[in-house]
């Protein structure tokens, strides 16, 4: 099994900034090289929409178009850690970001295909 522990979110005015992570606990024998790890957010009401991901292997990185060149996806695998750097952000980036764990090497942003998911931690972003 995994475990995903987000680290808390926040809140900030519009353009600031902010930096999640997210740690696997209790990684077993199924923690393996070829996963890759996301980012996803959702607001009440919405579907889950993907925000990142990147390759534990190759570091390979997906970002979705409304996010791409001001949040930046990274991970070290040797502490099993993940993160999320949240910059300029906008009033529209306010939800409660997730992340979440694929065992496969799909580096999609579909939620469908992601088998681990973390509790998630609220980002609030005033304008």
């Known amino acids: 099994a995994v475990t995903l522990v987000e680290s808390e979110g926040g809140a900030v005015q519009a353009g600031g900034s902010l930096t999640l992570s997210c740690e696997a606990h209790e990684v077993d024998y199924k923690w393996g090289t070829y996963w890759c790890l996301g980012w996803f957010r959702q607001i009440p009401g919405n579907e889950r929409e993907g925000v990142a991901v990147?390759?534990?292997?190759?570091?390979?990185?997906l970002y979705a178009e409304s996010v791409k060149g001001r949040f930046t996806i990274s991970r070290d695998n040797a502490k099993n850690t993940l993160y999320l750097q949240l910059n300029s952000l906008k009033p529209e980036d306010t939800a409660m970001y997730l992340c979440?764990?694929?065992?496969?090497?799909?580096?999609?942003?579909?939620?469908?295909?992601?088998?681990?998911w973390g509790q998630g931690t609220q980002v609030t972003v005033s304008s």
């Open positions: 990147i390759a534990r292997d190759d570091g390979k990185i």
């Open positions: 979440a764990a694929d065992r496969t090497y799909r580096l999609t942003l579909h939620r469908f295909w992601y088998n681990y």
